[in-house]
């Protein structure tokens, strides 16, 4: 079992930044794929971006593109998610997963996930 602890969220003006991190509990090499999800009242949740462990590939939402960078220290087990510019549309309960290999779809539809964190909530006002 893996545990997986976010942390970094809070309260900005739209166009500020924040960096959200997630401490995994175990070697992240044990996962194929880190990355992190969204979910806001009454809206279903949103893969926001994710990075292959070996490969260092990343992949980002739509969304998202050009204001977040996904990254991972893999010799401190810990993952970042790095948001400049934030809207207010940003704002949601942020999750850190970890996912095996994502056969017949996309990591970002969640059903690859192996362990999720409690999540963190980050708050864009304008």
């Known amino acids: 079992q893996v545990q997986l602890v976010e942390s970094g969220g809070g309260s900005v003006q739209a166009g500020g930044s924040l960096r959200l991190s997630c401490a995994a509990s175990?070697?992240?090499?044990?996962?194929?794929?880190m990355g992190w999800f969204r979910q806001a009242p009454g809206k279903e949740r949103e893969g926001v971006a994710a990075i292959y462990v070996r490969g260092g590939n990343t992949y980002y939402a739509d969304s998202v593109k050009g204001r977040f960078t996904i990254s991972l220290d893999n010799a401190e087990n810990t993952l970042y998610l790095q948001m400049y510019s934030l809207k207010p549309e940003d704002t949601a309960m942020y999750y850190c997963?970890?996912?095996?290999?994502?056969?017949?779809?996309?990591?970002?539809?969640?059903?690859?996930?192996?362990?999720w964190g409690q999540g963190t909530q980050v708050t864009v006002s304008s």
């Open positions: 175990d070697d992240t090499y044990s996962s194929y794929w």
């Open positions: 997963a970890a996912g095996a290999i994502p056969y017949g779809g996309s990591w970002s539809t969640g059903d690859s996930v192996r362990y």
